[in-house]
């Protein structure tokens, strides 16, 4: 079908999706229309989907909440499978998830490492090339939050939990191998050095950034220009047209709301385990007294979490996920400064300079690399490179949606630009400060001070054992435990809210009630609970790359469909009928000129 019809002169009926109320129109845009109908009534009759489908005929509304009547119990069917599988086997989970990942790992490696770069290619095309002015929500559309509370938000939500996680844990790994098997250098060497600097930066560079940018943009283009659901459904208009409120819009849903779940779970097992080594650090270093390590530990920690979590539910997105937003950029600023200030200041921004030089001089060979040719260093990649593409896919459904509530307003060039290069230059300046301070103390002032407690306690220690070896520590700590929590409230929050949207059925219009949004901080972290208790970390790790394999073969139709769609706009807004409309709206009012004068440059 062509999903987007329209002529110079044709009446059809158009929905309206906030009120449910059928309304037909004139596409002509003639001058019998009341002066009322601006500009939103042209979208309606010339951009808007064109069927009589509404969200709320599969919605149930039961005690004050909204869902969808199929995604809904189907996602809490398979997470209580899932839960229920890892309690039967016991002790035969470690095997059966370790065979689970071997198997995605060497049979589908290589879909990983293509589906990235076709993803950061499409968004460049789409954000720089003739498709960038285009704005989401329509010519004269405002965005809600300022740009520095979005960028704050888009970025907090997307990976800064995982920035402390990994900033100093990862490059010590690729420290003690000497570069994986992508780079032949000595282990614990300054070549080794300089090369887990760049393979970290690549790790959280552009490719991660480039997926949350796709799947933000496509569900902000479909749900503000197109007028369809904010849900995964509606990025599939063009292929599947009145369908996606059948079984295939279900079924994609149904794969974001799950994908979703493991990846927070997955972040809230990390954190977790990183709070737990904070506060023991913190014990140990002023009552003489450590928190006893351990599952039962990281357990409570994240009962604590949901609860906190709960209480930001509850504040509401304005004062909620926004303040707690910036909060998280003011206190990681606090702790780049000190890095810099304190740490050997003249290495750090010469160790920086080295990384990006080796992450740039490589970078087509890294974004394409495959342990094809690796002979008996085979193994690295896949523990490395497809975990992150696979923990980043499975993030995507959850931070593109929510980057999608944030950006109405914003023209696809800003929205590439400040989803793309922003966070991308602030991981890449947070790894080379954390990773070079890291690294300065392994090569000048202690070798093993930071990778013997990493190999003998796990990787939560990585970070405190840095802070330790500079001043203020305990002060630092603190912080870097606050900043943790902070990270993962808002993640949670924003997560409860999306998989909220999702399960409800895409409603745009209003938010979900705030009892709807309680209900997932507590599945996530019971799911988190579980894949703890049943294989530790590896379960989380191996739930989440599965989790996102058949995410990233959605994400690649969605290029696709993203382009049907901005090709569309492009030419409906060359259309006669669309100059016909416009023209004559104008002539009616005389304010609308400005927003006509704006749609003349979706034409060039």
């Known amino acids: 079908m062509c999903p987007l019809r329209f002529s110079d002169r044709v009446t059809r009926p158009v929905r309206q999706w906030a009120g449910g109320h059928p309304r037909r129109e004139d ?23 064109d069927f009589d489908r509404d969200p709320s005929d599969v919605t149930v509304r039961r005690f004050g909440i ?18 229920a599988l890892t309690l ?21 490696g290589w879909l990983y490492v293509l589906a990235v770069n076709v993803f950061l290619l499409a968004l460049l095309v789409f954000g720089f090339g003739r498709f960038g002015a285009v704005r989401l929500g329509g010519p004269d559309a405002e965005p809600e ?36 098997s992508f780079f032949d250098a000595a282990p614990r060497s300054p070549a080794a050095g300089r090369a ?3 393979i970290t930066m690549f790790h959280w560079g552009f490719h991660p950034w480039a997926i949350y940018g796709v799947v933000g943009l496509g569900l902000a283009f479909f749900a503000y220009n197109r007028n369809l659901p904010l849900a995964f459904r509606s990025v599939f208009y063009p292929v599947l047209g009145a369908r996606i409120y059948d079984w295939p819009g279900h079924v994609v849903d149904l794969t974001a709301v799950v994908a979703t779940v493991f990846g927070l779970a997955t972040t809230t097992g990390l954190g977790a385990i990183q709070i737990t080594a904070g506060v023991d650090f913190l014990a140990r270093n002023t009552v003489a007294m450590g928190v006893p390590a351990g599952i039962g530990t990281s357990v409570l920690v994240i009962a604590i979490l949901v609860g906190c979590t709960t209480l930001s539910v509850l504040a509401g997105l304005e004062d909620g996920i926004r303040r707690l937003a910036k909060a998280n950029v003011v206190l990681m600023g606090l702790l780049l400064l000190f890095v810099f200030v304190a ?41 490395w490179t497809i975990f992150f593409w696979g923990f980043w896919i499975s993030w995507a459904p959850f931070v593109g949606l929510f980057v999608a509530r944030i950006s109405k307003g914003r023209t696809v060039r800003e929205f590439v630009a400040g989803v793309l290069l922003v966070p991308t230059l602030f991981s890449l300046l947070w790894m080379a400060a954390f990773n070079g301070a890291a690294l300065f103390v392994e090569l000048h002032v202690r070798s093993g001070g930071i990778v013997g407690p990493l190999q003998e306690q796990g990787r939560g220690v990585a970070l ?38 999702l399960t409800a059925g895409g409603t745009r219009d209003e938010t979900p009630a705030t009892r709807q949004r309680v209900l997932w901080p507590i599945i996530i972290g019971l799911t988190a609970t579980v894949l703890l208790v049943g294989n530790g970390l590896d379960a989380l790790q191996t739930a989440v790359v599965t989790a996102g394999l058949p995410f990233a073969v959605v994400i690649l139709v969605m290029v696709y469909t993203i382009y049907r769609g901005l090709a569309r706009e492009l ?12 023209e004559s709206r104008a002539g009616r009012d005389p304010d609308a000129s400005r927003h006509h004068s704006s749609d003349r440059r979706h034409e060039k």
């Open 464 to 501: 405190f054992q840095m802070l330790s070896f500079y001043p203020f520590t305990l002060l630092t700590a603190l912080i870097a435990t606050a900043t943790l929590v902070t990270f993962f409230v808002t993640s949670a929050d924003s997560g409860s809210l999306v998989v909220s949207y």
């Open 27 to 49: 596409v002509s845009g003639d001058t019998d229309h009341t002066a009322d109908e601006g500009e939103r009534t042209v979208r309606e009759r010339l951009f808007h989907a």
């Open 88 to 108: 039967g086997l016991g002790e035969q989970a470690a095997d059966t998830y370790q065979a689970v990942s071997a198997a995605v790992n060497a049979r589908f």
């Open 66 to 83: 909204a869902v969808h009547r199929i995604v809904f119990p189907l996602s809490l069917a398979v997470l209580v499978a899932f839960v």
């Open 571 to 582: 030419a409906v807004h060359r259309s006669a009928a669309y100059r016909e409309a416009t």
């Open 343 to 383: 740490g050997p200041t003249v290495f750090l921004l010469d160790a920086f300079d080295s990384a990006i030089g080796v992450y740039l001089g490589n970078f087509l060979e890294l974004s394409f690399y495959t342990e094809a040719f690796a002979g008996t260093a085979a193994g690295w990649q896949h523990a």
């Open 196 to 198: 887990a600097m760049a």
């Open 145 to 180: 939050f300022s740009r520095p509370a979005w960028l704050a938000m888009l970025f907090t939500s997307g990976m800064g939990i995982g920035l402390l996680f990994f900033g100093v844990a990862e490059p010590m790994y690729h420290f003690l191998s000497g570069g994986g």
